[in-house]
Nanobody
C-alpha cells in the first residue's frame, strides 16, 4: 500500500508559476513509475507527466511540453511538478499517481494514459486570464 499526499496548488494569473509536491508514505519500493494527472470540470481526466524513479527518465503530455518539469527526490520520497508559463487551460484538480509496474512509464505516456494504481486526494490549480 502506498499513500500519496499532494500540496502546492493555488490560484495564479496566466503566465505565472506553481510547484506541486507529492509525498509518498507506506511501503517502500526501489523503483516506481510516478506521475501527475489532472481533471478539469466537465472534462476527462488526462495524463500530464511521468517519471521512472530509478532512471529519472521523464515523459510529458503534449499540452505541457516545454512548460512543466517533473522530478523526484528518492531520499525524501517526494514527487514534484514545476509548472511555468501557466495558461487558463491548465486549470484543474491535479493528482499524484504511482504504479508498481515501471513499464507504465514509456514513450506512449500522454493525455490518454490510463490511471496508475495509487492516487492522492488531489490539489487544485486555478489559472486566471
Amino acid at each position: 500500500q502506498v499513500r500519496l499526499l499532494e500540496s502546492g496548488g493555488g490560484s495564479v494569473p496566466a503566465g505565472g508559476s506553481l510547484r506541486l509536491s507529492c509525498t509518498a508514505s507506506g511501503k517502500t519500493y526501489s523503483r516506481l513509475c510516478m506521475g501527475w494527472f489532472r481533471q478539469a470540470p466537465g472534462k476527462d481526466r488526462e495524463g500530464v507527466a511521468a517519471i521512472d524513479t530509478e532512471t529519472a527518465t521523464t515523459y510529458y503530455a503534449e499540452p505541457v511540453k516545454g512548460r512543466f518539469t517533473i522530478s523526484h527526490d528518492n531520499s525524501a520520497r517526494t514527487l514534484y511538478l514545476q509548472m511555468d508559463t501557466l495558461e487558463p487551460e491548465d486549470t484543474a484538480m491535479y493528482y499524484c499517481e504511482t504504479d508498481l509496474n515501471v513499464l507504465r512509464c514509456n514513450d506512449r505516456f500522454g493525455t490518454n494514459s490510463p490511471a496508475f494504481t495509487y492516487r492522492g486526494q488531489g490539489t487544485q490549480v486555478t489559472v486566471s486570464s
